[in-house]
C-alpha cells in the first residue's frame, strides 16, 4: 500500500472541505488514515483460499453433520462511500472428507471482509471460498450488519441492518437449510 500517497490524497481532501490540514488537531490525521487503510484494506494482499489449504482429512468415523460457528464480528468499509459496515457473520458447512481448525473460518471472514466490498458481494465470497477450499458439501453463510451510509447519512436509519445469504450445494436444499437457520437462531418470520 503507498502510504505517502494516502496521506497526500488525504491533506487535498481536508483542504477540499476548507480545512487547516496543519492545525493541532488535524495534522496528524493524514498518517492517521493510511495507518487505519493499511488495516481496513490488508486483505487485498491475501489469499482467503491459502487459509483452508492445511484442512485435516477426517477419519474414519466421517466428517460429521455440519460445522457451525456463530457470531464472528466483522468490518468492512462500503466501495460506494468508503464509510464501515460492522456486523456479524455465521458460517455452516457440511464437510466431505476434510475439516478446517475453526479459527480459519473468521480469518477468512476478516481476510474478505478487508477490501473495499459490498456486503452481497462479501456473503458471495465467503461461500465461494469455503465451497473451493474446503471442497464441503454445502455451505451457508449469513451475514448480519449496519451499514454508515444508511445509519450516518442520508435517511439515517441508525437501527437498520442488513441480512444477507449465500448457499451452496446441500444447504441449498430449502430443509437443509431451514435446519441450519434453526441452529442460528434465524428461523423465519416466526422467529423474529
Known amino acids: 500500500m503507498d502510504s505517502e500517497r494516502i496521506q497526500r490524497a488525504v491533506t487535498e481532501l481536508l483542504l477540499a472541505i476548507g480545512e487547516d490540514p496543519s492545525r493541532p488537531g488535524l495534522a496528524r490525521t493524514p498518517e ?31 466428517p460429521g453433520e455440519a460445522v457451525v460457528v456463530r457470531d464472528i464480528s466483522f468490518r468492512s468499509i462500503c466501495e460506494h462511500h468508503l464509510l464501515p459496515f460492522l456486523g ?11 475439516i478446517v481448525g475453526l479459527g480459519r473460518l473468521p480469518r477468512v471472514v476478516d481476510t474478505l471482509a478487508s477490501r473495499p466490498q459490498l ?9 465461494n471460498t469455503l465451497e473451493r477450499g474446503l471442497d464441503a458439501r454445502g455451505v451457508l453463510v449469513v451475514l448480519d ?5 444508511v445509519s450516518a447519512r442520508g435517511s439515517r436509519q441508525e437501527a437498520a441492518s442488513t441480512l444477507t445469504l449465500a448457499s451452496r450445494g446441500e444447504l441449498s436444499d430449502p430443509v437443509r437449510r431451514a435446519e441450519i437457520m434453526a441452529l442460528l437462531g434465524r428461523g423465519g418470520p416466526a422467529h423474529d
Open 32 to 62: 492517521r488514515v493510511a495507518e487505519a487503510y493499511e488495516e481496513f484494506f490488508g486483505g487485498l494482499q491475501e489469499d482467503p483460499l491459502a487459509l483452508l489449504a492445511d484442512a485435516i482429512p477426517v477419519g474414519a468415523d466421517g
Open 119 to 127: 456486503q452481497e458481494r462479501l456473503t458471495e465470497e465467503i461461500a
Open 88 to 98: 456479524v457473520a455465521h458460517i455452516a458447512y457440511l464437510p466431505s472428507d476434510r
Open 145 to 149: 450488519a449496519v451499514h454508515g451510509c
